[in-house]
């Protein structure tokens, strides 16, 4: 049986630890059981002088927690788990031998992972007969499992927009790219001479980008404004999954980014304001080749 989600974080002093008391009450009673608390942080956050109020609260909730945890009987046939995006806040009494004590980091899904959660949130929709999802699943390094059903749900409402039967590799490619550089501003008009500027510095990162042989391939490259700041883009992606990156591919990704603002200054003899982007993600990348 699957019962009923219930909040354990309470605002009435006393509530949250009586509900802690029923949710293990429940389970020994229902054993085996599994006991799955979601989003461990806001119970289990650690604990500091100076709380008041709702945090006496919380913090009672979270001290009748693991005082269930201590006298829970190990061969009870219940099996607690608990799920954070932040373990890094969680009180160290609640990871201590015989609580909490096992950990598994789920990191973002690799090319095979991203396949497989494609195919799950494909089922939901109708693709055309020419989608190939591995394609896909290359196209989006480091995107989470939200990420992919974000990208499987925008191609749907493009194909419907466009009336469309099913979604193709082109509805599913432009979300991609929403999901990346963000939406279309085609209101957004630009006059003759920023469209030279934001055309030379795009096409900067990219012959930079084609050159360094250490760069990610180029695949796309747009003068359409996207997202808030974004006058065009150059899409740099790599072919694989990478989990290493040299000195030396670094330096080309670097060189990569600065293309842009270089191209201004060999074309117009003047650079613009376009290139604060591009600097700072340059600046961040260098920071972190000396620091980490």
């Not at 049986?1 to 029923?22: C, N, P, S, T």
């Not at 999901?179 to 030279?196: C, F, H, P, W, Y």
């Amino acid at each position: 049986d699957v019962y009923k989600r219930q909040e354990l974080a309470q605002k009435y002093i006393g509530e949250g630890g009586r509900l802690v008391r029923e949710l293990f009450d429940l389970a020994r009673n229902k054993a085996p059981a599994i006991v799955f608390i979601d989003e461990l942080d806001a119970l289990g956050k650690a604990r500091g002088a100076g709380s008041f109020g709702g945090h006496d609260e919380r913090e009672q909730t979270l001290n009748q927690l693991l005082t269930e945890l201590d006298g829970f009987d190990t061969n009870a046939g219940v099996i607690l788990m608990g799920a954070t995006n932040r373990p890094e806040i969680l009180d160290p009494a609640l990871l201590r031998p015989g609580r909490f004590d096992r950990t598994v980091e789920v990191d973002r899904p690799d090319v095979k992972g991203r396949e497989a959660i494609l195919k799950i949130h494909a089922k939901e929709v109708k693709l055309a007969r020419e989608v190939v999802l591995h394609k896909l699943a290359v196209r989006t390094p480091g995107f989470a499992g939200a990420d992919l059903a974000n990208v499987v749900n925008e191609a749907a409402l493009l194909a419907a927009r466009r009336d469309k039967e099913a979604s193709t590799m082109s509805e599913l490619e432009e979300a991609i790219e929403r999901s990346v550089a963000g939406l279309e501003r085609k209101s957004r008009v630009l006059n003759e001479k920023e469209r030279r500027i934001v055309a030379y510095h795009e096409a900067g990162h990219a012959m930079v980008g084609e050159i360094l042989p250490e760069a990610n391939p180029v695949q796309k490259i747009s003068i359409v404004s996207r997202g808030i700041a974004a006058l065009g883009y150059t899409l740099n992606m790599p072919l694989e999954d990478r989990y290493l990156m040299t000195r030396e591919e670094l330096q080309d990704t670097l060189a990569a980014i600065l293309g842009g603002r270089a191209a201004e200054e060999v074309v117009f003899g003047e650079i613009s304001t376009g290139a604060a982007n591009d600097l700072q993600q340059a600046t961040q990348m260098a920071e972190r080749m000396v620091k980490e």
